[in-house]
């Protein structure tokens, strides 16, 4: 069963220094995107920096109007919803953002901090309300005695702990991880990505775990979407995205991968030209004009996402032809 659905979502940004109207250009950050994410599962969504992973996620949850297209969580289209009813759904739907030092309020203690939520729906008494913040302190690996704290006085660690205490204080069950690691120190990322995946199980939880990093991406998902210029590309089950990949895209990615072995010799894949601009984009397959297996028609139509057996999804005219 799926918990969230997009259908044919879109966001696009009008840039605002044309003096005429009609000549303000358009940046088509998503351009038409149906996805579904089951419950109690991790979708990791993976792509360049700019092709619209976080503002899909950010779509997904409503802290973005779309430009078209609807996006459904449980059942519900809430695409159209009026305020109260988008604040009503704040209690199942949280964000975890990348940066937990921005995110946080430098002028406000722990509590006041993770207690936001609770303030904001009046969820019990003032003396209810600390007791659950502590509880949740204890779930994430603080110790309650640093509750009265600003954030400068924690690492980067424990900021992003503080930032997922929040988002799960409301015990939603549904959250963006918005690349929730990347900020962080190498060495306590896998502590911080083992306490989501407790916590997840704990709580019931339904991640979009969004990243850049595909190594990453392998350990925590379940399933796999590749995402280039605003356009899913490629969609499948974990393990068969990685042992069949089929996009020249996503095999470029995959390439890129750092192999832990000073006895293999990586061949990564490499593309020529640059990304094309999202204001202007190329006729056709939006991969086109660096893929190094183009073909006649991949600069004529746009391929579209189909099934290539057993839920594998690529957009590729290639696959589709049978020739990856």
């Known amino acids: 069963m799926s918990l969230l659905e997009t259908r044919r979502l879109k966001k696009y940004f009008s840039l605002q220094n044309a003096i005429l109207p009609r000549n303000r250009a358009t940046v ?55 305020a109260e009813q988008m604040r009503q759904l704040r209690r199942k739907m949280q964000i975890i953002f990348q940066d937990p030092y921005s995110a946080l309020n430098p002028r406000m203690k722990v509590l006041d901090a993770i207690k936001a939520p609770l303030d904001a729906f009046g969820e019990g008494s003032r003396k209810d309300r600390k007791e659950q913040v502590a509880q949740i302190m204890e779930r994430v690996g603080l110790r309650q005695d640093q509750i009265y704290r600003f954030p400068h006085e924690f690492s980067g660690g424990q900021r992003q702990r503080i930032v997922i205490a929040r988002a799960l204080v409301l015990k939603p069950s549904f959250v963006v991880c918005d690349e929730p690691v990347s900020a962080l120190d190498v060495s306590v990322r896998s502590q911080v990505i083992n306490l989501m995946r407790k916590l997840q199980r704990d709580f019931s939880l339904t991640y979009l775990f969004i990243s850049h990093d595909l190594s990453l991406i392998k350990h925590v998902s379940d399933r796999v979407a590749v995402m280039y210029l605003g356009r899913i590309v490629e969609l499948a089950a974990k393990d068969e995205l990685f042992k069949h990949t089929l996009h020249p895209y996503t095999q470029a990615l995959m390439s890129a991968i750092p192999i832990p072995d000073a006895e293999v010799k990586p061949q990564p894949i ?24 183009q073909t006649g028609i991949c600069v004529e139509e746009e391929p579209v996402l189909r099934d290539m057996g057993g839920g594998h999804f690529a957009a590729c005219h290639l696959c589709t032809a049978g020739v990856l």
Request: glycine share 16%; proline share 8%; with cysteine.
């Open 28 to 82: 088509k950050a998503v351009d038409g995107v149906d996805l579904s994410i089951k419950q109690g599962e991790t979708l990791g969504l993976v792509g360049e920096s700019g092709c619209g992973k976080s503002t899909f996620g950010r779509l997904c949850l409503r802290l973005l109007d779309p430009s078209g297209g609807e996006v459904y969580f449980g059942g519900e289209d809430i695409s159209h919803c009026q």
């Open 270 to 293: 490499l593309l020529k030209g640059e990304t094309p601009s999202p204001i202007s984009l190329p006729p056709g397959c939006r991969f086109s004009a660096r893929c190094p297996q």
